[in-house]
């Protein structure tokens, strides 16, 4: 296991329909984080996990979002009802520790909602 | 929620010039402080952090101050060479107990020229 992976790297969908996005951590992680972030600007937390335990959701995440990772170990979120705005590099990031840790991020899943 | 807020949002120097990227915070709970920098079409990358604890911190060419008093902390980066040229990301969050994730700004784009 080299690094944190996200599937798929492109999504295309329509306004209206399910999209689910997969991320597969480094093994030993512990912690798994999501994120969203749009061209020209910082990544925006979404969510993260403690093991299976979901610990913070972003405020700004409407009930369309949602996050699961059943066993500790892989993770996916889905967006119900797309919107356009919606539209966003979906990055997934792991870390190892019970304080700051450095975070590793994956490629990202690149949504595009027409 | 945390806020965090990056100047200036392009930089261009030649190479051999220093460079410096600051970023304010809003929560004073906030005690953990990273940079990452994501080249383009790549993933974020941690290259420096910073605790509250501390002043400054110094890795070679890259260094990283923090004023808490006044809410703010820099990046230093001496000797610039072409392959600096990314855009960097100043980061806060709540570590430990109270532990909050990340809050990113919005990005600084280095460009050195040759």
């Known amino acids: 296991d080299t690094g944190v992976s996200q599937d798929p790297r492109h999504k295309i969908t329509k306004r209206g329909q399910n999209v689910t996005f997969r991320c597969d951590p480094i093994s030993e992680h512990n912690r798994l984080y999501w994120y969203r972030q749009t061209l020209g600007q910082g990544p925006e937390f979404l969510t993260y996990f403690q093991n299976e335990a979901q610990l913070e959701k972003s405020r700004l995440l409407s009930d369309r979002f949602s996050a699961e990772r059943p066993k500790g170990s892989f993770s996916t979120l889905e967006i119900q009802r797309t919107e356009q705005g919606d539209s966003a590099m979906y990055l997934c990031a792991s870390s190892f520790g019970t304080g700051d840790e450095k975070l590793f991020f994956g490629s990202g899943t690149q949504l595009s909602v027409l | 929620g945390e806020n965090v807020e990056q100047h200036p949002s392009t930089l261009s120097v030649q190479e051999g010039d220093s460079a410096v990227i600051k970023c304010t915070y809003s929560d004073s709970a906030s005690n953990y402080f990273p940079w990452y920098k994501q080249e383009l079409g790549k993933r974020p990358q941690l290259i420096i952090d910073?605790?509250?604890?501390?002043g400054e911190k110094k890795d070679q060419r890259i260094a990283v101050t923090l004023n808490k008093t006044a809410k703010h902390f820099s990046l230093h980066i001496t000797e610039t060479q072409p392959e600096d040229s990314a855009v960097y990301f100043c980061?806060?969050?709540?570590?430990?107990?109270?532990?909050?994730?990340?809050?990113f700004g919005s990005g600084t784009r280095l460009q050195v020229q040759p």
């Open positions: 980061a806060a969050s709540i570590g430990d107990t109270g532990r909050r994730a990340l809050t």
């Open positions: 910073i605790r509250s604890n501390v």
